[in-house]
């Protein structure tokens, strides 16, 4: 038997766990992905699974019974018309937690709640985006091989510069370290008197 086996109280008044749990469902629905401690994302996989069963229903009462977790209607929108019928075939954990190791400030241990079908959208970069723009005017982007030639075609055009000045460099040098050795000769050449006479 279970005897007193109950959920986690995280430090906080039922009113208060209630209100974090409200607040992170909501920010899971927004964006599909939260990153919370771990004992949290144990805790609110369940409720947050018992929502989406709701939403799966699709049913006036099961919206209602939402609404107690989810008061935003945009949210509730996308619970019941997005969310809901892409886990349509699943019979159940919706959800999966990642652990991320402690965090740095208090050693907690993190982890990431999130859908089982989230896809991590990758930010384009800015050869990306100009590529995209000119497919778009319907100019050809330039080739990762026209790329590498105009670079080399520059880096020649600074060789070609820096040659003249690598030359005045090297001559300078030299002739820094010909005054020194000649500087350095003439302080050994000169002898020392040892004795007194």
Known sequence: ?????RQRKLGRTTPHRLALFRNQLASL???????????????LRPIAERVV???????????RLAQRWLADRELLKKLFDELAPRMGERPGGYLRIVKLGPRRGDASEMAV?????????????????????????????ETAESEE???????????AKGDRKA????AKAKARIETRGKTH??????TRKVGGS
């Open 29 to 43: 629905v927004r964006s599909e992905r939260i990153v919370t401690t771990l004992p949290k994302a144990k805790e």
């Open 185 to 190: 000769q003439a302080k050994t050449s000169t």
């Open 1 to 5: 038997m279970r005897h007193s086996v």
């Open 167 to 170: 030359t005045r460099a090297e």
């Open 149 to 159: 030639t105009a670079s080399e075609a520059k880096t020649k055009e600074k060789a």
């Open 113 to 141: 709640l999130e859908f089982v079908d989230f896809q991590l959208a990758v930010k384009e970069t800015k050869d990306d985006a100009k590529a995209k723009d000119k497919r778009a005017k319907g100019e050809e982007p």
């Open 53 to 63: 069963t709701l939403g799966k229903r699709a049913t006036l009462h099961s919206r």
